[in-house]
């Protein structure tokens, strides 16, 4: 799946920021200053950064919104689209800049930092929606992950996320049943 690189930028911040929530390990990863910065050294926006407390508590705000995203079908994922860039008063506009190509900014770089990454997410979910990629929104199978990804795979086989190896975890214990069940 080939998306730009602006849409390709706001779906790995949303997965980012999303995969901050506390899951099975129970780690709320988006609490303090360091967590926001630690965010945005893999995640950068551009425009005003505060780096406050009342900043990570706006960002760590709008994780269950996006994470709804990730718990519907395709039709049901517009309107949760269309109320977060009508939250975010979303504009889109054309900007260049930082050596990337002509691309979309939805929000201006004075809005919240909170806004900014909730439009943009919605902005790249809906060149999902719009090239009916929606079955590549998808939530980790391993039995004790609820991370979520987006399948960037050519033949959209991906079936578990980044966050914990959880790939090689499934692989490891799928080979060991196997040993004991061959064994017994």
Same mark, same amino acid.
């Given at each position: ?46 425009? *005003?950064?505060?780096?406050?407390? +009342?900043?990570?508590? =706006?960002?760590? &705000?709008? @994780?269950?919104?996006?994470? #709804?995203?990730? $718990? ?28 990337? *190509?002509?691309?979309?900014?939805? +929000?201006?770089?004075? =809005?919240?930092? &909170?806004? @900014?990454?909730?439009?943009? #997410?919605?902005? $790249? ?43 090689? @975890?499934?692989?490891?214990? #799928? ?10």
């Amino acid at each position: 799946m080939v998306f730009i690189h602006d849409t390709r930028q706001a779906l790995i911040a949303a997965v980012s920021l999303v995969n901050t929530l506390p899951g099975f390990d129970g780690d709320d990863r988006m609490q303090t200053v360091a967590d926001l910065d630690a965010y945005l050294a893999i995640n950068p926006y551009t425009g *005003d950064l505060r780096r406050d407390d +009342a900043e990570v508590a =706006a960002v760590a &705000a709008i @994780r269950p919104r996006l994470r #709804a995203l990730w $718990g519907v079908s395709r039709e049901q994922a517009v309107p949760l689209v269309n109320a977060m860039l009508r939250d975010g008063h979303a504009l889109p506009q054309l900007a260049i800049h930082d050596g990337y *190509d002509w691309h979309i900014h939805a +929000a201006t770089d004075d =809005a919240p930092l &909170a806004t @900014r990454i909730m439009v943009e #997410a919605a902005m $790249g979910f809906v060149d999902v929606i719009r090239s009916d990629q929606w079955s590549r929104v998808r939530v980790c199978s391993a039995d004790d992950c609820d991370s979520v990804y987006i399948d960037y795979s050519k033949n959209g086989s991906k079936r578990y996320c980044d966050e914990g190896n959880c790939g090689n @975890r499934m692989n490891v214990n #799928a080979y060991r049943q196997r040993k004991a069940s061959e064994s017994a």
